[in-house]
């Protein structure tokens, strides 16, 4: 239990959890503070008046899910760092989480982090959609994670360490990341042909030399296909970059 | 020899909310503390402090003390703040002796009010003298004020909100806590931060304690052994654990020799962590125009510290002669926020103490 382990049950998550249609609906604050406290900040932050008001200082905060629209102002302002915003809306298969990060430095945006759980457990690769660090904000960042849907209500930190080698180049002509083709992979491009037209990777001066293998690799993990499976992408020439005037002079026998 | 309607001793979050509402009220006031800085234990907090608004909640505690410091300047006509500056003596004629920077001073207040804060409580195991063993105030002196890192990797004994907080700070700075530890079956700090510590995957372990710390010349290893719901050992249960650092956070106790050395009616209550003075609703010792604020008084947040310092300070201005004109509701508003913050289930302890601690029969 909570008050031995330091970690919220699975009860007390699930009593602060918003029903499923107001979770698809957009974005919502989750507030994990399950011990009766002296402490209010999260309460007078609200601008739209969607925590119940704490007659008493020391009662839990109550959320209205339906007046809060997950704007993230209680983040920054709880001292106990224990409110998140969870927005389920953000694709298909993938949520928004946002987390309160006092930690330097500050992951970059765009850039592939770990997911980590209640106990600092990696559960999955998440991308860094924002880095929220203004004034307004005080030294406590917020920092929105985009996290496959399952895990939206798993993952409440992050690491940055590249527990699963996002952040590795793949392509180095593009300076195309494994993170990045398996976002791609994730987001239904399943083939070489696909990932090439729509990432850039295998089209720098290599043509693919370094990239391809590596990527239908990633395409046979994720499908469960094997490579012998995997369509090659077209090759066209050149097959190495020339200039455009060497094609202007034509052939000498011509 | 000084005179002075009020003297303040110690200048943290409790004695300097004392002398903003003393001086508020017309009071000269002098603050004395034995430190280079006023804000005492403020300082040190980068985090931020519950409670409400009005103990500024949400502020991280070196703020607090930024704010606090800037409001004494607006009463610089009527505050004389007197820093590097130990008081130590206090005689019953009401002369405090003060050692600044090897001058001795004596000073002789109308009122008085004895802010002096907590000392650190110790544990007591083989080789708990060898370098690398800290208390939490010390790791957060050396690493919040000057910036040193107190070492590689960190064990922290006590779990209560410093140890809890101080864990946090320390991860933040870089340094790896491999672990906090208490004895009893449930860790004493709020379990907000013990959450924020699980997440970054520090082993929170309640029924632990340390038996024996090795190294040559340094800490180099800790032995720690389980104990059961009964905080009794478990034979058998020793491991050892590779830190250059132990933190002792196991608590706090009153500051309060200057009471004892005036003759203040004191009192042991557990629930506050030690010997304390007894004291009426409006923080008056036994003795006429000695009052108290803060841990010394009895060991609590440092929110009920500032809201118990303005207490003090208006009532010891209103016994110096200077009534501030909102007096009544002012007092009654801080009697209102010290309800509030001591009611819910957290705040059991301290109300039970604070019980066993009034002093009835001496009214305002």
């Known amino acids: 239990m909570l008050e031995r382990t330091g970690v919220p049950t699975k009860e007390n998550i699930e009593s602060v959890t918003p029903l499923k249609e107001r979770l698809s609906k957009g974005p919502v604050a ?12 999260c309460y007078t932050s609200c601008k739209k008046g969607a925590i119940k008001e704490l007659i008493d200082i020391n009662d839990r905060p109550i959320l209205d899910p339906e007046k809060c629209n997950g704007c993230g102002v209680c983040i920054s302002n709880c001292p106990g760092l224990a409110i998140f915003v969870v927005d389920e809306s953000y694709s298909e298969t993938e949520a928004l989480v946002k987390i309160p990060y006092e930690f330097v430095p500050l992951p970059k945006e765009g850039s592939f982090v770990t997911g980590l759980d ?8 998440a991308k860094v ?28 930190f992050l690491s940055l360490n590249d527990h699963y080698s996002d952040n590795t180049i793949v392509c180095r002509c593009e300076e195309i990341t494994l993170g990045e083709i398996r976002e791609y992979i994730r987001r239904g491009y399943q083939s070489l042909e696909e990932i090439k037209r729509i990432s850039r990777a295998g089209m720098g001066p290599c043509q693919g030399r370094t990239c391809s293998q590596l990527i239908m690799q990633e395409l046979a993990a994720a499908t469960g296909k094997r490579l012998s499976e995997i369509k090659m992408s077209a090759f066209r020439p050149p097959a190495v970059p020339i200039k455009l005037g060497q094609l202007l002079g034509g052939d000498d026998h011509e | 020899m000084i005179h002075t309607e009020i003297a303040i001793v110690g200048g943290g979050p409790a004695g300097l909310c004392a002398a903003i509402k ?22 040190k907090q980068t985090h931020m402090f519950f409670g409400s608004q009005k103990q500024y909640a ?17 009463y610089k006509d009527k505050i004389t703040v007197m820093l590097d500056a130990t008081v130590i ?34 544990q007591a195991f083989p080789n708990n003298d060898l370098p ?16 040193v890192a107190p070492g590689e990797s960190v064990f922290m004994v006590g779990a209560g909100n410093i140890g809890l907080i101080v864990s946090y700070q320390l991860m933040q700075a870089g340094i790896k806590v491999k672990g906090v530890i208490c004895r009893g079956p449930k860790f004493g700090g ?36 389980k104990l059961d719901e009964n905080k009794k050992e478990i034979p058998g249960t020793e491991f050892d654990i590779e830190v250059d650092v132990l933190c002792i956070a196991t608590g706090l106790t009153p500051l309060a020799e200057l009471l004892w050395q005036m003759g203040c009616e004191m009192k042991y209550i557990s629930e506050l962590s030690g010997h304390v003075p007894l004291r009426d609703k409006n923080l008056m010792t036994s003795l006429d125009g000695i009052y108290v604020a803060g841990d010394v008084a009895g060991i609590e947040e440092a929110s009920s510290a500032m809201v118990e310092g303005s207490l003090a300070g208006l009532c010891a201005a209103k016994a110096a002669g200077h009534i501030h004109p909102d007096f009544e509701a002012l007092v009654a508003d801080c009697h209102k926020q010290l309800y509030d913050l001591r009611s819910g289930p957290e705040g059991e302890a301290i109300r039970k103490g604070l019980s066993k601690a009034e002093l009835k029969e001496v009214g305002l």
């Open chain 2, 89 to 122: 003596g206090l005689y019953e004629d009401r002369v405090l002796t003060v050692d600044q920077g090897g001058k001795y001073i004596k000073i002789k207040p109308d009122t008085l009010i004895i802010a002096t804060g907590a000392s650190e409580k110790f």
């Open chain 1, 118 to 125: 209640r106990e600092g457990k990696p559960v999955c690769r």
């Open chain 2, 22 to 43: 003393a001086a508020e009220s017309g009071a000269k006031v002098i603050v004395l503390d034995r430190n280079s800085q006023l804000g005492g234990q403020l300082i």
């Open chain 2, 190 to 225: 709020y379990a907000v931060h013990a959450s924020k510590l699980r997440r970054l995957g520090v082993p929170v372990m309640p029924s632990h304690k340390v038996v024996y710390a090795h190294g040559k010349d340094k800490l180099e290893r800790i032995t720690l052994i």
């Open chain 1, 129 to 156: 959609e924002k880095v929220l660090n203004t004034k307004a904000q005080d030294r406590t960042p917020v920092v929105s994670l985009i996290v496959p849907k399952e895990f939206s209500m798993t993952v409440r």
């Open chain 1, 30 to 41: 989750i507030i994990e503070c399950f011990q009766e406290i002296p402490c209010n900040p």
């Open chain 2, 132 to 147: 690398g063993i800290y208390g939490a105030g010390a790791v957060q002196t050396l690493m919040n004020v000057y910036g």
């Open chain 2, 58 to 74: 949400s502020h991280r505690g070196i703020d607090i003390a930024n704010i606090l410091i800037s409001k004494l300047e607006d």
